[in-house]
């Protein structure tokens, strides 16, 4: 299990650090412009059925239906889910290219007339990735259900690496048509590579003994699924929609930081797996104290992270991407949108406690309200103060969501967030106001890797996650 899981997070890191790749090199290509924008515009749709997929919107309603079954009827069943949800994706593809001059105007409003055209022609390419993401993510199940993890968690890696090949490879030649082929073409290799084991696994989708109802019985399934997605995805379009109206480049700005904000993130992935696992499996003051120890590993995790990105933006921004200056916008865009990684890490620990007592409704309220909170102040803060007023929004959202999670389960008296949630306050704080002004980028990145270095040194030896007593 540890092997698969170190393999499972390698994996997975490689995918983001070639997403980020893939920004990286189209604002090296183009610059943070209309060009820029109207790219990302046109990549938020295939891209947020892309993340859906790979968050487990279908896995996780289709992995339980599946192992239920025997060998024959697995075969049935994915035989039958693979024919509707081609069919499904494929209808998707058509209303997404056909409408692609209005999908555009719809997530970026305020792009100008010929980002609009660029858009919408890179959309009607991106559009016909939805079926290879699809079938990836069916595919997916029955090699989840026989333990083989790594190689379903190779769709990010497979989806990017195609783009970030030919930007490399063309630089400022490279065109959006291009970048929309490359990523075409990644949409395919993601379940191309599954093939041959599937074969191995006796799927055979073009035999005509389906099982009848499977569709509906997973449609049920993702309900509850979904509206917890929904709500994701439409901050995530909120934001572009408002980046798109703060001016040329801001939608790439806020693309490019969120990509490099979500590195971090990934231990944290694998911690909410396991806890999820061990608290399902006990009850009472038991699951309490691995609720406890799971928190204080997430803020061991995180804060250090978060003090270091704080402190080093400026200078990960040189180093990235040397034509832009401490003057451009992305070093503080990175600085804020790094504060509510503690408190979203806490947010899905405090979920998933909820989710082993079998309540999936509290939590699914609780993020309701804080995206809510999220959305209202978007509608304030970035005419205020500009784009770093869309970091704060989630800051806010993140924060009334965790306060909800704490008060409506009880937790308020017994989780650590009295001592911890200062503790991020001061580091954070320190990083904020010592290191991130400095202009050295040598210092910055030291001192910066020292301080976070400290952190995680000093935390440890306070927290001390591991002990099994922890109270």
């Given at each position: 299990m540890l092997g698969s899981t170190l393999w499972l997070t390698l994996a997975t890191l490689t995918g983001l650090a070639a997403g980020f790749a893939r920004e990286w090199l189209l604002v090296a290509a183009w610059g943070a412009g209309s060009q820029s924008d109207a790219f990302l515009v046109s990549m938020f749709l295939p891209e947020a059925l892309r993340m859906s997929l790979a968050g487990g919107l279908?896995?996780?309603?289709?992995?339980?239906?599946?192992?239920?079954?025997?060998?024959?009827?697995?075969?049935?069943?994915?035989?039958?889910?693979?024919?509707?949800?081609?069919?499904?994706?494929?209808?998707?593809?058509g209303?997404?290219?056909?409408?692609?001059?209005?999908?555009?105007?719809?997530?970026?409003?305020?792009?100008d007339t010929g980002a609009y055209d660029q858009a919408a022609g890179s959309l009607h390419w991106l559009a016909w990735c939805a079926p290879g993401f699809v079938l990836h993510g069916l595919l997916c199940v029955p090699l989840q259900a026989s333990a083989r993890f790594v190689l379903a968690g190779l769709g990010s890696l497979l989806f990017n690496l195609p783009p970030v090949v030919y930007l490399?490879?063309?630089?400022?030649?490279?065109?959006?048509?291009?970048?929309?082929?490359?990523?075409?073409?990644?949409?395919?290799?993601?379940?191309?590579?599954?093939?041959?084991s599937l074969y191995r696994l006796g799927w055979r989708p073009w035999r005509g003994d389906a099982e009848p109802g499977a569709l509906r019985e997973l449609?049920?399934?993702?309900?509850?699924?979904?509206?917890?997605?929904?709500?994701?995805?439409?901050?995530?379009?909120?934001?572009?929609?408002?980046?798109?109206?703060?001016?040329?480049?801001?939608?790439?700005?806020?693309?490019?930081?969120?990509k490099l904000i979500n590195l971090p993130l990934i231990a944290l992935m694998s911690l909410?797996?396991?806890?999820?696992?061990?608290?399902?499996?006990?009850?009472?003051q038991q699951r309490l104290a691995l609720l406890r120890r799971g928190l204080?590993?997430?803020?061991?995790?995180?804060?250090?992270?978060?003090?270091?990105?704080?402190?080093?933006?400026g200078a990960l921004v040189v180093l990235l991407l040397p034509q832009q200056t401490h003057a451009a916008p992305l070093p503080q865009l990175l600085a804020w949108f790094a504060t509510p990684l503690l408190f979203n890490a806490w947010n899905a620990l405090l979920a998933r406690y909820a989710y082993a007592g079998g309540d999936t409704r509290l939590p699914l309220g609780c993020e309701l309200a804080g995206s809510l909170c999220n959305a209202l102040l978007l509608g304030l803060l970035p005419w205020w103060l500009?784009?770093?007023?869309?970091?704060?929004?989630?800051?806010?959202?993140?924060?009334?969501?965790?306060?909800?999670?704490?008060?409506?389960?009880?937790?308020?008296?017994v989780a650590p967030w009295r001592s911890h949630w200062p503790l991020a306050?001061?580091?954070?704080?320190?990083?904020?106001?010592?290191?991130?002004?400095l202009q050295s980028v040598p210092l910055q990145l030291g001192l910066s890797t020292l301080y976070g270095f400290l952190l995680l040194t000093g935390m440890a030896l306070w927290l001390k996650p591991w002990r099994a007593d922890l109270g």
């Open positions: 279908l896995s996780a309603a289709a992995l339980p239906l599946y192992q239920q079954r025997d060998d024959q009827q697995q075969r049935r069943w994915l035989a039958a889910l693979t024919t509707h949800l081609l069919l499904a994706a494929l209808l998707l593809s209303l997404l290219s056909l409408g692609a001059g209005l999908w555009v105007r719809l997530i970026g409003p305020g792009l490399a490879i063309m630089g400022q030649a490279a065109t959006p048509d291009g970048v929309a082929g490359a990523c075409l073409l990644g949409s395919l290799l993601m379940p191309g590579v599954l093939l041959p449609l049920q399934r993702m309900g509850p699924l979904l509206g917890s997605n929904l709500a994701s995805q439409g901050l995530a379009l909120l934001e572009r929609m408002v980046a798109s109206l703060l001016g040329e480049g801001a939608v790439t700005w806020i693309n490019l930081a969120r909410n797996q396991v806890l999820l696992g061990l608290m399902s499996g006990s009850a009472g204080a590993s997430a803020t061991l995790l995180t804060l250090p992270a978060v003090a270091g990105l704080i402190g080093a933006a500009g784009v770093e007023g869309i970091a704060l929004a989630a800051l806010g959202g993140a924060l009334l969501t965790g306060i909800l999670l704490l008060r409506r389960q009880g937790l308020g008296q306050a001061l580091a954070m704080g320190v990083a904020a106001l010592v290191l991130h002004p």
